[in-house]
């Protein structure tokens, strides 16, 4: 099948408790329980976007966090589609990327290390020796965007923009930054995310969102028969410290094929394939066939129990999908249920893993932001129903 056949079909395809959830409501998510907090100098607060629909999207500036999505089920009922916690000291103690703006460089960057104009710079090692989203850190100081508290420029009933102002050397990074995150949340239930950045000195930047979907609205409930389709024919293979080898291979034949509608559990167990057994399932990346078009559709998840589905556009070249491996219990949700493995998987949008240690390798993409450009990274995940 033609891949213009394929990316028109994915859009628009049709396809067919340990705990008692609680619907997120003003009196579940409460706009008090994310004030208050001092976090190093700066407050906590959370907005609430709305459209015409009556969908909601709850933001906190902690990260610039997505805390809950509200949007109708097949029967037109408001379902709360990502996890998450209910109050700000919950994302402030308990360490977790759900629904961050992820910064400087989201993904893992080999050993840490980066060259830029024959400087090495040695950035945070906190996963396996990898720098993992910016190295991302609660202890002893918070690390990371995700981990920091940014500024609101503007905010109205349906779009807010929150700014980022990273020094020069924060968490190793070379140049002073300043970094927006703007939600709009739009009247055909989209969450329009777009990311901007400047920097007064070469360095790199790659944004993504790290909310983790279950579509169910019942946060008990693992995402492994969630259908999911990605518009990819290849994959960047990692070894068994989650970092890429620098190979782009084909998904056909394997479990990472999703070019057709496919449950996440059906093959996630299959360890005898040596890229499920390395990521403990899912969490690797995905070769975008739409090739930084963000009029193709990249990406689709779908909820046979409530006929809920979010597609995904972009105009970055790659995608992580990660089928919430890690997810130990640590925390209650919202809805009052533990986060157990697999109760929510990520669509990240992105540059591929390490590539400012590999953009020189056919198929790769540069992630080195220079003074006088800006860095342009959109993201939309679109709701519907079937």
């Known amino acids: 099948m033609k891949k213009s056949i394929l990316a028109a079909m994915i859009c628009g395809m049709g396809l067919m408790t340990a705990c008692a959830p609680k619907q997120v409501q003003e009196d579940v998510l409460g706009k008090e329980d994310f004030q208050g907090t001092d976090f190093y100098g700066k407050q906590t607060d959370l907005w609430k976007l709305t459209n015409a629909n009556g969908m909601e999207v709850y933001v906190t500036n902690f990260g610039a966090r997505i805390v809950a999505i509200m949007t109708p089920d097949k029967d037109g009922k408001m379902q709360d589609v990502v996890i998450g916690f209910s109050n700000i000291k919950d994302y402030t103690t308990l360490a977790s990327d759900f629904g961050s703006s992820v910064g400087r460089y989201a993904n893992r960057i080999n050993q840490g290390k980066i060259t830029l104009d024959n400087v090495e710079y040695q950035l945070p090692q906190n996963n396996f020796g990898h720098c993992l989203h910016g190295g991302c850190t609660l202890e002893p100081e918070p690390m990371g965007w995700q981990n920091l508290v940014y500024d609101v420029e503007s905010a109205t009933e349906n779009s807010i923009v929150l700014v980022m102002n990273s020094a020069d050397g924060e968490a190793g990074f070379p140049g002073n930054v300043i970094a927006k995150t703007t939600y709009t949340l739009t009247d055909d239930n989209a969450i329009d995310i777009k990311w901007t950045a400047t920097t007064d000195k070469k360095t790199v930047i790659n944004q993504t969102n790290h909310s983790y979907f279950n579509l169910h609205g019942d946060h008990s409930m693992p995402i492994t028969n969630h259908i999911l389709i990605l518009n990819a024919d290849y994959f960047t293979p990692c070894d068994d410290t989650y970092m890429t080898t620098g190979e782009i291979l084909p998904v056909a034949g394997t479990p990472m094929d999703f070019t057709s509608p496919k449950a996440i559990g059906k093959e996630i167990t299959n360890f005898d394939y040596e890229q499920l057994k390395n990521g403990n399932g899912y969490d690797h990346n995905w070769v975008l066939n739409s090739k930084c078009d963000e009029t193709i559709c990249a990406a689709k998840l779908y909820s046979p129990v409530t006929g809920i589905y979010v597609e995904v556009y ?14 130990d219990g640590t925390g209650t949700d919202k809805q009052g249920c533990k986060m157990e493995q697999r109760t929510g ?6 540059k591929f893993p390490d590539s400012p240690n590999k953009s020189d390798l056919e198929g790769w993409y540069s992630a080195e932001l220079n ?8 993201c939309i995940y679109k709701f519907g129903v079937e």
Do not use: A, D, R, V
């Not at 972009?314 to 997810?327: D, H, M, R």
């Not at 998987?345 to 992105?350: A, D, K, N, P, S």
């Not at 003074?371 to 959109?378: K, N, R």
């Open 345 to 350: 998987c990520c669509l990240e949008t992105q």
């Open 371 to 378: 003074p006088g450009e800006e860095y342009y990274s959109h």
């Open 314 to 327: 972009t105009n970055e070249p790659g995608i992580q999908f990660y089928s919430g491996n890690f997810l």
